[in-house]
């Protein structure tokens, strides 16, 4: 269209500048003839010019209803996740009543029990999915640039995704640009929560390979940041790229279809970037986005082994351009070779200090070349279970992928290190605990009154974890403490030694677990104090790096109450266990004005720390709506009225705060009818019970 306007312009200008050559060269008496061509002339260029502004305000009509468009879809998704969300944790915590009233009744009691314990986990997740999405809602999430490393960072990641896709084959990659630092300044957690949910995304679409490039220097970066491209496998056609980060509830599976994918592009655009998805130019599904960061001058990688001839052989190229990558920033020398077989002839393996071979390579055709100047490095995969004998056999050392340069750097100062033990840091009078925890039966969360008055120190920095583990502790009246990285808990520690227990985080930023435990185990006042790690990773190099550091046993993310129940067991004495207190919820009136805190409390796992947690969260992003809700009103927007009062119907009845919920339902009837002259008298009415719903919260939580 700009191209025929143009064109016309030049039309018309060629016109005049023709009429007006003519003009001068015939004698022409009247000169009325040459006026009417100017008019004509002048005219044609105002309608051209006309015409080319209409245009173009139409243009910035269309971009406009399009912005518009995409956020009446936002907010139209955050609406159809806070309504599936608080119908699921009402019909869940009645399911609870339920069973348990039937507890009271029956003699068999265990399969009530297991179905109480599947509920109370599903309450937890859906609970920890709304506080999350409620703190976004209210701008409460923050961005701290603190010092962390990508190898911890990647390892976390890993193993949350493994911890949830359990035995699902997936070939996960991380290929990180050469001059990257380990170290940087970012915000380790968000981070974190993008690329988790992300991958997870990719693989409950049963994508089997996805490849994560990290840069710092990219054509389509800022400066200072860091540029990510997540591949996959996926065939999906991004016709509509708003849609993806579209969340729908599966009711057979209980999960949020795309949530992490929302929540990752909220938390991408609060860090300063953009999360897209699009198709590749094989029509596969990629994302990008980038975020700001700050080098770091530290870097945690010593290189403390001289150069090494290393020799890689694998199937997949994916898996030999990390490791050659990784290899080659730690210093050594690196061959690689993809192979389609077994039978493929092989390099000699003299000439190498170290042969590192994909796991289906370790067969005895392959083994038998080995020289006894070789040092084996096996690639495996954390995504699945190795059944190679031969592996048994030769016990090698192990990497597994997705490599990070930590474990490769950890895995090669092993292999040439003189052997030694991992108990060195480990005072006698602690037990150490190096297998992974078995869970106890039938635990429910009122059980852990067996730990009463017990003093724990949590080292944590998610925001999320903390309040699942308080809230699954702090009713039992377990007193616990949070640093939110190792340093705080250092200083925590100086000022009291009072605790009996520490819980401890491995990927945090300022300073990691491993390091923390360090230092606690340097100081000999601490030589009775057990630290239980934290971790996504229970890797081998991982589990191996915890014991180095002083660690005396560890727990998987996500954390399991049964798991944590075990823990608990082994490292603290019994405490009275005083029943009594755990009922005290039913010996007082929880009813205040507008809110029945009795239903708020069982449609929050019976946790009250959690409920008060969602109520200050509801607070926080809700509590001022009245105003909304009037100028929706005023300015006839029913369509946004009416998500408002979906958001708030579903919220109301999930925290028990009934009255406002029977409200909302009648504005949504009216808005159904489209009784719109009847809306105004229901603006005082919101506001009056908003402002005692606020009331009442405040008087309760504190």
Same mark, same amino acid.
């Given at each position: 269209?700009?191209?025929?306007?143009?064109?016309?312009?030049?039309?018309?200008?060629? *016109?005049?500048?023709?009429?007006?050559?003519?003009?001068?060269?015939?004698?022409?008496?009247?000169?009325?003839?040459?006026?009417?061509?100017?008019?004509?002339? *002048?005219?044609?260029?105002?309608?051209?010019?006309?015409?080319?502004?209409?245009?173009?305000?139409?243009?910035? %009509?269309?971009?406009?209803?399009?912005?518009?468009?995409?956020?009446?879809?936002? /907010?139209?998704?955050?609406?159809?996740?806070?309504?599936?969300?608080?119908? &699921?944790?009402?019909?869940?915590?009645?399911?609870?009543?339920?069973?348990?009233?039937?507890?009271?009744?029956?003699? +068999?009691?265990?399969?009530?029990?297991?179905?109480?314990? %599947?509920?109370?986990?599903?309450?937890?997740?859906?609970?920890?999915?709304?506080?999350?999405?409620?703190?976004?809602? !209210?701008?409460?999430?923050?961005?701290?640039?603190?010092?962390?490393?990508?190898?911890?960072?990647?390892?976390?990641?890993?193993?949350?995704?493994?911890?949830?896709?359990?035995?699902?084959?997936?070939?996960?990659?991380?290929?990180? #640009?050469?001059?990257?630092?380990?170290?940087?300044?970012?915000?380790?957690?968000?981070? !974190?929560?993008?690329?988790?949910?992300?991958?997870?995304?990719?693989?409950?679409?049963?994508?089997?390979?996805?490849?994560?490039?990290?840069?710092?220097?990219?054509?389509?970066?800022?400066?200072?940041?860091?540029?990510?491209?997540?591949?996959?496998?996926?065939?999906?056609?991004?016709?509509?790229?708003?849609?993806?980060?579209?969340?729908? @509830?599966?009711?057979?599976?209980?999960? @949020?279809? !795309?949530?992490?994918?929302?929540?990752?592009?909220?938390?991408?655009?609060?860090?300063?970037?953009?999360?897209?998805?699009?198709?590749?130019?094989?029509? &596969?599904?990629?994302?990008?986005?980038?975020?700001?960061?700050?080098?770091?001058?530290? +870097?945690?990688?010593?290189?403390?082994?001289?150069?090494?001839?290393?020799?890689?052989?694998?199937?997949?190229?994916?898996?030999?351009?990390?490791?050659?990558?990784?290899?080659?920033?730690?210093?050594?020398?690196?061959?690689?070779?993809?192979?389609?077989?077994?039978?493929?002839?092989?390099?000699?393996?003299?000439?190498?200090?170290?042969?590192?071979?994909?796991?289906?390579?370790?067969?005895?055709?392959?083994?038998?070349?080995?020289?006894?100047?070789?040092?084996?490095?096996?690639?495996?995969?954390?995504?699945?279970?190795?059944?190679?004998?031969?592996?048994?056999?030769?016990?090698?050392?192990?990497?597994?992928?997705?490599?990070?340069?930590?474990?490769?750097?950890?895995?090669?100062?092993?292999?040439?290190?003189?052997?030694?033990?991992?108990?060195?840091?480990? =005072?006698?009078?602690?037990?150490?605990?190096?297998?992974?925890?078995? +869970?106890?039966?039938?635990?429910?969360?009122?059980?852990?009154?067996?730990?009463?008055?017990?003093?724990?120190? *949590?080292?944590?920095?998610?925001?999320?974890?903390?309040?699942?583990?308080?809230?699954?502790?702090?009713?039992?009246?377990?007193?616990?403490?949070?640093?939110?990285?190792?340093?705080?808990?250092?200083?925590?520690?100086?000022?009291?030694?009072?605790?009996?227990?520490?819980?401890?985080?491995?990927?945090?930023?300022?300073? /990691?677990?491993?390091?923390?435990?360090?230092?606690?185990?340097?100081?000999?006042?601490?030589?009775?104090?057990?630290?239980?790690?934290?971790?996504?990773?229970?890797?081998?190099?991982?589990?191996? !790096?915890?014991?180095?550091?002083?660690? &005396?046993?560890? *727990?998987? #993310? =996500?954390?399991?109450?049964?798991?944590?129940?075990?823990?608990?067991?082994?490292?603290?004495?019994?405490?009275?266990?005083?029943?009594?207190?755990?009922?005290?919820?039913?010996?007082?009136?929880?009813?205040?004005?507008?809110? &029945?805190?009795?239903?708020?409390?069982?449609?929050?796992?019976?946790?009250?720390?959690? @409920?008060?947690?969602?109520?200050?969260?509801?607070?926080?992003?809700?509590?001022?709506?009245?105003?909304?809700?009037?100028?929706?009103?005023?300015?006839?927007?029913?369509?946004?009225?009416?998500?408002?009062?979906?958001?708030?119907?579903?919220?109301?009845?999930?925290?028990?705060?009934?009255?406002?919920?029977?409200?909302?339902?009648?504005?949504?009837?009216?808005?159904?009818?489209? %009784?719109?002259?009847?809306?105004?008298?229901?603006? =005082?009415?919101?506001?009056?019970?908003?402002?005692?719903?606020?009331?009442?919260?405040?008087?309760?939580?504190?």
């Amino acid at each position: 269209m700009q191209k025929i306007i143009f064109l016309l312009i030049l039309l018309t200008i060629s *016109l005049c500048a023709t009429v007006n050559f003519n003009l001068q060269n015939i004698d022409i008496k009247d000169e009325s003839f040459s006026l009417w061509i100017a008019l004509f002339s *002048l005219a044609l260029l105002a309608m051209l010019a006309l015409f080319f502004s209409s245009e173009q305000i139409r243009r910035l %009509k269309k971009k406009n209803e399009n912005e518009n468009r995409i956020q009446e879809d936002i /907010d139209i998704q955050e609406n159809q996740i806070l309504t599936n969300m608080s119908e &699921n944790i009402q019909d869940l915590a009645s399911t609870n009543v339920d069973i348990a009233k039937k507890l009271a009744q029956a003699n +068999d009691t265990n399969q009530e029990l297991k179905t109480i314990n %599947k509920s109370e986990n599903k309450l937890l997740s859906i609970s920890t999915n709304l506080i999350e999405f409620l703190r976004l809602k !209210s701008h409460k999430v923050t961005i701290h640039q603190e010092e962390f490393s990508f190898s911890n960072l990647l390892n976390d990641i890993s193993g949350t995704i493994k911890e949830i896709i359990k035995e699902t084959p997936l070939e996960l990659h991380y290929i990180l #640009k050469d001059n990257l630092n380990e170290n940087i300044y970012a915000d380790t957690l968000n981070l !974190s929560k993008i690329l988790s949910n992300i991958i997870l995304y990719s693989v409950q679409n049963n994508a089997s390979k996805v490849l994560v490039y990290i840069s710092n220097t990219n054509a389509y970066s800022k400066e200072n940041n860091l540029f990510f491209r997540i591949e996959t496998d996926l065939k999906v056609d991004i016709e509509d790229p708003h849609q993806i980060f579209s969340s729908q @509830y599966n009711e057979e599976t209980d999960t @949020y279809k !795309s949530l992490g994918l929302f929540i990752a592009r909220e938390l991408c655009s609060l860090m300063g970037g953009e999360l897209i998805a699009r198709n590749d130019r094989q029509g &596969n599904l990629e994302f990008i986005f980038d975020i700001g960061y700050k080098e770091s001058e530290n +870097d945690s990688t010593s290189h403390s082994i001289s150069c090494k001839n290393i020799l890689i052989v694998d199937f997949s190229k994916e898996s030999i351009l990390c490791a050659k990558n990784i290899f080659h920033t730690l210093g050594h020398r690196v061959t690689s070779l993809q192979v389609k077989n077994t039978f493929d002839t092989l390099p000699n393996f003299s000439q190498f200090n170290i042969i590192v071979l994909g796991e289906k390579l370790c067969v005895e055709s392959v083994l038998k070349q080995l020289s006894r100047s070789n040092k084996l490095i096996c690639l495996s995969n954390l995504f699945g279970n190795t059944h190679n004998e031969n592996m048994r056999e030769l016990k090698p050392k192990v990497l597994k992928n997705p490599l990070t340069k930590k474990h490769v750097e950890n895995t090669i100062t092993s292999i040439y290190s003189t052997p030694n033990s991992n108990d060195k840091n480990h =005072p006698v009078n602690i037990p150490i605990y190096k297998s992974i925890f078995k +869970d106890t039966p039938d635990i429910t969360l009122h059980q852990f009154s067996k730990f009463r008055e017990t003093n724990i120190l *949590l080292v944590e920095d998610n925001f999320i974890n903390q309040k699942v583990l308080l809230g699954i502790l702090s009713k039992s009246g377990i007193n616990i403490e949070v640093a939110n990285h190792g340093q705080e808990a250092l200083d925590m520690l100086k000022q009291d030694t009072k605790f009996h227990l520490v819980l401890m985080d491995i990927n945090m930023p300022v300073m /990691d677990g491993y390091t923390a435990s360090q230092h606690i185990r340097n100081d000999q006042k601490f030589d009775t104090l057990p630290i239980v790690a934290l971790t996504a990773l229970t890797s081998p190099q991982e589990i191996e !790096s915890m014991f180095e550091s002083g660690m &005396n046993a560890y *727990l998987a #993310k =996500p954390l399991k109450k049964e798991k944590l129940f075990s823990a608990l067991s082994m490292f603290i004495l019994d405490k009275k266990d005083d029943r009594r207190k755990d009922v005290r919820y039913e010996e007082r009136v929880l009813k205040l004005d507008g809110l &029945n805190i009795k239903i708020g409390i069982q449609n929050s796992n019976t946790n009250e720390f959690f @409920y008060q947690e969602i109520l200050c969260e509801f607070k926080d992003a809700y509590g001022d709506s009245d105003q909304i809700f009037t100028k929706l009103v005023e300015d006839f927007r029913y369509e946004q009225l009416r998500m408002l009062c979906l958001d708030i119907r579903g919220l109301s009845a999930s925290i028990g705060a009934q009255d406002l919920n029977l409200l909302t339902v009648e504005v949504l009837k009216l808005l159904v009818f489209r %009784k719109y002259d009847i809306l105004k008298d229901f603006v =005082p009415r919101y506001a009056k019970s908003l402002n005692r719903l606020n009331n009442s919260i405040e008087k309760y939580v504190s």
